[in-house]
T-cell receptor
């Protein structure tokens, strides 16, 4: 079956770095997304990886290893506004998104 | 970036009534639109996929007669929750995928439905 695993909750300190991991198993693979979702709001796009390696975009970076079925989202210089849920979603052979349950990130001063 | 709007953002209705939610792609043509449901502290659950001009494809366990989806144009899809009951209370989110993209979905802001 298809499955996405990511931690339920993580806590980090303002100004620090945090890495949110995601492992996936899908029927075919056409890339992996990371979305940010604040409470009561819709998800917003953060990154898309389809090739192995690290994609850097400002304070956020995303990594993919297709052979390991593994991705991570790296957040640097954490700010209080980064407190949100981070959703990992893999695209299967039909380009359908398979969603993880999300990781709630709590930032403490 | 591409913008997707949803209306209404919040709706409260009595049990037994029907509620229509609109999803519009404002600056691009959406060949495919997706409807999701999200319960508190849970991930997105895909309800159905709709392609312009054809019937929606519903996910297993989603009642097509309960959740009517119409994708009448390349910029508009509607979800009608018929004879709503309190258990239908949820956050409903639509997303749209354009003609030039095989992967990225652009999300609407969501609709909070509360059925009394």
């Amino acid at each position: 079956g298809q499955n996405i695993d990511q931690p339920t909750e993580m806590t980090a300190t303002e100004g620090a770095i945090v890495q949110i991991n995601c492992t996936y198993q899908t029927s075919g693979f056409n890339g992996l997304f990371w979305y940010q979702q604040h409470a009561g709001e819709a998800p917003t796009f953060l990154s898309y990886n389809v090739l192995d390696g690290l994609e850097e975009k400002g304070r956020f970076s995303s990594f993919l290893s297709r052979s390991k079925g593994y991705s991570y989202l790296l957040l640097k210089e954490l700010q209080m506004k980064d407190s949100a849920s981070y959703l990992c979603a893999a695209t299967d052979s039909n380009y359908q998104l398979i969603w993880g349950a999300g990781t709630k990130l709590i930032i403490k001063p | 970036g591409a913008v997707v709007s949803q209306h209404p953002s919040r709706v409260i209705c009595k049990s037994g009534t029907s509620v229509k939610i609109e999803c519009r792609s404002l600056d691009f043509q959406a060949t495919t639109m997706f409807w999701y449901r999200q319960f508190p502290k849970k991930s997105l659950m895909l309800m159905a996929t709709s392609n312009e001009g054809s019937k929606a494809t519903y996910e297993q366990g989603v009642e097509k007669d309960k959740f009517l989806i119409n994708h009448a144009s390349l910029t508009l899809s509607t979800l009608t929750v018929t004879s709503a009951h309190p258990e239908d209370s949820s956050f409903y989110i639509c997303s749209a995928r354009g003609t030039g993209s095989d992967y990225e979905q652009f999300f609407g802001p969501g609709t909070r439905l509360t059925v009394l």
